[in-house]
Each structure stands twice: as structure tokens, then as C-alpha cells.
């Protein structure tokens, strides 16, 4: 039995009736990490990976909702002392409060939901949650009304005030934005976006996960906003993202080695998105894998958020000719994302297999990726 029909299945147990079908997808970022804080470029694509519901409005001010994958059932109201207990209800509830307190209706529904989108491998499952929903209570009881962007900025208010993750737009925007064979270059500072075709003949995308977490006693992530904003005061810009390698190297001697190191690899990131984005439009792999290497590079050497686990990995597409492959997400664990040759391919994931669980005791969990369509509603 295939999602679609497992979903169906499982509705017609608990609620009866048809309703109506909405998916949205998970995301990779193909280069642009650490950039959206710093007012720069990403440039993320949504993947044939997805969260998919099966939505029903029940005529009355309760929502009942059961999540198929870890087979629990919630039900709460609308109001704002309604939320759940549960973690992943809370996710659905944020999007119902966040369109009613924008002035837009949700009413009563029955729901249930399953995905296919990894967890904890970093490809936003949370996001592709939000705008699964997002999409839906705009198709279903506001005609539409609520723009895309709107519908983006929706699934990151909710993580902010209901889930307790203080996320960048990233995520969401590739959730509800993205296109089938494209990827898009979104601006963080403007929130503008432009899409890139992505058909790399001859070429696979192939996520490699450690499914390794590393438990930080501090708050790296944090920590290195802090140097970010503080050299980006000392140059005298708002952001980084007005920054060039000149500017740093004046005020070398006024900032710690590690400050200049988190800033020179944020300044040279801005510029690998950009580069990516013009070989992309001349069909050049090449560049686009030798920018990818770099980022990794920088990610592990200068803004130091990689792992021993991630940079193995690394080491092996290097050894087998993979043509791009990079630390993907924020880092201490997580995936490499590879832009691997047709005709290498079976030999670098064998090798991969086998290499990390000689030395780490299991091997990385494999996802092929495809650039595919975002939010939308299934006939």
C-alpha cells in the first residue's frame, strides 16, 4: 500500500468519509549554509520526499488529527489556550493560529497525515509539515486569498512561537515555492527569488547520512552569529552580505583569529551561491561540484561546524571522483549532499557503505534525491 492509500485507509477508519488530499516537500540546499543570518544568498530546492494529508472540514470548532508514522491521535480548539500536548500537533495547531491572528479562517477539521521525508537527516520534515497545512487551510477555507509568501513567513511564525526554534525562511520558502527541475536563488536580505533550471544529465543527487547527532554543551550556532555581527560592526556594514574580503583584511588586527575566520568563510560562501548560479546557466558541473568541495572545506576548517564523521565522508567522494559533495545543514553531524556521475555512482556508494562502517560501526543511510514541486493539492 502506497502513502496515498494508507492515508486514505486510515481516514476512512477514523472519520469516514473522503476529504481532500494536499502534500508538500522536504528541501536540500545545494550551496548558500550559514548565509541567511548574514543577509546573503541560498539556494534550495524542494525534493520528491513529502509530508501528505487528507483534510476535512467536520463542522464544528474542534480539530482531530492522527499522525499515521508514530500512530497517535490529537484533538484540540482554536484558541489560543487550546495548544496540544504533543510536539508534532503543535506544529499543525501554529499554522491554524498563525492565519487566524492575520485575520484569515480556520475552521473545524478531521485530518491524518504520514510523510516520506527522513527525520533528523536535515531536510526540513517540519517545514513541509507547516506548509502542507498552510496550503490546505488557504485552498480550503480562504479561497486562496493568502499569497505564497504569506503562506512561508506562516510555517516560520509558527516555529518561532509554537515550536521554539528561531528558523530563517529557508525552509518554509523551498516547502511552499518549489518548482519540479529547479532550483531557486533566494535572496535573505530582499526575500527575492529567481529559479535556476536543475536537470544535470548524466548526474545524480544522493544525500549520505551519518545519522550521527553530535550533543553540543554550548550554543555554536549562536556563537558564531555573535562573530558574524560583531566583524560585520567593526567593517561598518549591517551584515556581512555588504562585506568583501578587503574590508576583513583592514580590520584583521581588530578582530580575534576566529572571528576573521567565520567572516572570511561567510564573505567567500556569498560568492560560491553566486558562482554555482552562472555555471549552473552554462550546464558547468564541474564549477558547481569544485564550489561545492569548498564550502565543505570552509565549513570544516573555518566556521568550524562539520565533524569527523561528515569530513570522512567528504574524503571518500574525493577518492571515488565524485564531482561535488559538501556538509549539507548546520552541522556537528547530519548529511553530506553529492553530485555524483552516473556512471561512478554505484561504485561510490558501495565504497561509502563499506569505508564509514569499517570505521564507525554502520553505514550511512542512503536518499536519492529529485528536484521536485512544492506545496500543492492532490487530485
Not at 524542494?46 to 482531530?64: F, L, Q, S, W
Not at 517540519?126 to 505564497?148: H, Q, R, Y
Not at 564531482?323 to 555512482?345: A, E, H, Q, W
Not at 543511510?365 to 514541486?373: G, H, L, N
Request: hydrophobic share 35%; glycine share 10%; aromatic share 10%.
Amino acid at each position: 500500500m502506497d502513502m496515498k492509500e494508507t492515508i486514505r485507509d486510515q481516514f476512512t477508519r477514523h472519520f469516514g468519509n473522503e476529504g481532500q488530499m494536499y502534500a508538500s516537500a522536504g528541501r536540500i540546499n545545494l550551496i548558500g549554509e550559514h548565509t541567511d543570518y548574514n543577509g546573503g544568498f541560498v539556494f534550495p530546492g524542494a525534493i520528491d520526499k513529502v509530508i501528505m494529508a487528507e483534510i476535512k472540514p467536520n463542522g464544528t470548532d474542534k480539530v482531530r488529527v492522527y499522525s499515521v508514522d508514530i500512530n497517535e491521535y490529537a484533538e484540540f480548539g482554536l484558541e489560543e489556550a487550546d495548544a496540544p500536548s504533543q510536539q508534532w500537533a503543535r506544529y499543525i495547531f501554529g499554522v491554524c493560529r498563525e492565519i487566524i491572528k492575520r485575520g484569515g479562517e480556520v475552521k473545524g477539521f478531521d485530518a491524518v497525515f504520514a510523510g516520506n521525508v527522513p527525520l533528523g537527516a536535515g531536510l526540513s520534515s517540519s517545514a513541509a509539515l507547516e506548509s502542507c497545512f498552510a496550503f490546505a487551510f488557504n485552498d480550503m477555507f480562504n479561497a486562496n486569498k493568502i499569497d505564497k509568501f504569506e503562506l512561508a513567513l506562516i510555517g516560520q511564525s509558527t516555529e518561532h512561537n509554537y515550536c521554539g526554534v528561531n528558523c530563517g525562511i529557508m525552509d518554509q520558502f523551498a516547502s511552499v515555492f518549489g518548482k519540479a527541475g529547479n532550483l531557486m536563488r533566494l535572496d535573505c536580505r530582499s526575500l527575492e527569488h529567481e529559479y535556476y533550471p536543475f536537470n544535470p544529465e548524466g548526474y545524480r543527487l544522493v544525500l549520505l547520512d551519518s545519522k550521527v547527532k553530535h550533543e553540543l554543551v554550548d550554543s555554536p550556532y549562536n556563537k558564531r552569529r555573535a562573530s558574524c555581527e560583531h566583524v560585520a560592526s567593526v567593517i561598518g556594514v549591517e551584515t556581512l552580505r555588504d562585506a568583501s574580503m578587503d574590508d576583513l583584511e583592514k580590520v584583521k588586527d581588530q578582530i580575534s583569529a576566529e572571528d576573521y575566520n567565520r567572516a572570511k568563510y561567510v564573505i567567500e560562501e556569498k560568492q560560491r551561491v553566486l558562482d554555482v548560479c552562472d555555471a549552473l546557466q552554462r550546464g558547468d558541473y564541474d564549477t558547481v561540484g569544485d564550489r561545492m568541495y569548498k564550502t565543505h572545506e570552509g565549513m570544516s576548517k573555518l566556521y568550524e561546524v562539520s565533524c569527523v564523521e561528515l569530513d570522512y565522508l567528504n574524503d571518500i567522494a574525493k577518492e571515488c571522483g565524485v564531482t561535488g559533495s559538501r556538509i549539507m545543514g548546520g552541522g556537528f553531524g547530519g548529511c553530506t549532499i553529492n553530485l555524483v556521475k552516473d556512471d561512478l555512482y554505484d561504485k561510490f556508494i558501495e565504497t561509502a557503505k563499506a569505508k564509514f562502517a569499517e570505521k564507525y560501526g554502520h553505514e550511512p543511510q542512503v536518499y536519492d534525491v529529485v528536484i521536485s514541486d512544492g506545496a500543492r493539492k492532490i487530485d
